[in-house]
Nanobody
Framework: QVQLVESGGGLVQPGGSLRLSCAAS????????MGWYRQAPGNQRDLVAA???????AYADSVKGRFTISRDNAKNTVYLQMSSLKFEDTAVYYC???????????????WGQGTPVTVSS
């Protein structure tokens, strides 16, 4: 009923920039909090950044000052602008969203399928 699709990943040099997008579609009454997570091989999936429906943001310490999360509610899309990229940023990046599909009811958590980011010289 609800689908999240990430895009924008790829290969980038250290110090470079990349912008990820995540578009939500389906039976969406309201998009609530949205976020970006990443998972490197052999590691757990960790929070990178999150943004509330009102635009309040939170970041992992490792990306503060380098990454910016934003959202376009009219397009049901969340973005992650990444700059000053480091080798340690290499991972598969996933977006998620808490979605209300009816005017009344509990929100459900949905995940995208991920987009890989590789930082290499």
């Amino acid at each position: 009923q609800v689908q999240l699709v990430e895009s924008g990943g790829g290969l980038v040099q250290p110090g470079g920039s990349l912008r990820l997008s995540c578009a939500a579609s389906g039976s969406i009454f309201r998009l609530n909090a949205m976020g970006w997570y990443r998972q490197a091989p052999g590691n757990q999936r960790d929070l990178v950044a999150a943004i509330s429906s009102g635009g309040v943001t939170a970041y992992a310490d490792s990306v503060k000052g380098r990454f910016t999360i934003s959202r376009d509610n009219a397009k049901n899309t969340v973005y992650l602008q990444m700059s000053s990229l480091k080798f340690e940023d290499t991972a598969v990046y996933y977006c998620n969203a808490h979605v209300t599909t009816q005017a009344s009811g509990v929100s459900a958590l949905y995940w995208g399928q991920g987009t890989p980011v590789t930082v290499s010289s």
